[in-house]
Nanobody, 123 residues
Framework: QVQVVESGGGLVQAGGSLRLSCAAS????????MAWFRQAPGKERAFVGG????????YYADSVKGRFTISRDNAKNTMYLQMNSLKPEDTAVYYC????????????????WGQGTQVTVSS
């Protein structure tokens, strides 16, 4: 079992940047595919991007490609989401998910989830 905790959210102006972190407990972090999802008010939770456990392949939603970058540091049991060129429509609660031997994309239905961190982008 693994626990994940997000951090780094906040208020930023459009065009600005933020870096989110997802810290995981346990000694098998490297075996987990990791992902970021987000949920805006009145909308369903949606996949933002993910990273595989095996070779570090990354996957992104079309809406964030070229602006967001996912990375992981297995030595620190941490995943990151670098968000650049932020837009008001990026405003949401961002969730971290960890899925054992997952692909790095998809629903992450068998994942462990964090409590989320709020990102607000002002226009």
């Amino acid at each position: 079992q693994v626990q994940v905790v997000e951090s780094g959210g906040g208020l930023v102006q459009a065009g600005g940047s933020l870096r989110l972190s997802c810290a995981a407990s346990g000694r098998t972090f490297s075996r987990y595919a990791m992902a970021w999802f987000r949920q805006a008010p009145g909308k369903e939770r949606a996949f933002v991007g993910g990273i595989s456990w095996s070779d570090g392949s990354t996957y992104y939603a079309d809406s964030v490609k070229g602006r967001f970058t996912i990375s992981r540091d297995n030595a620190k049991n941490t995943m990151y989401l670098q968000m650049n060129s932020l837009k008001p429509e990026d405003t949401a609660v961002y969730y971290c998910a960890a899925e054992l031997y997952g692909l790095g994309y998809g629903t992450f239905r068998n994942a462990y989830w964090g409590q989320g961190t709020q990102v607000t982008v002002s226009s």
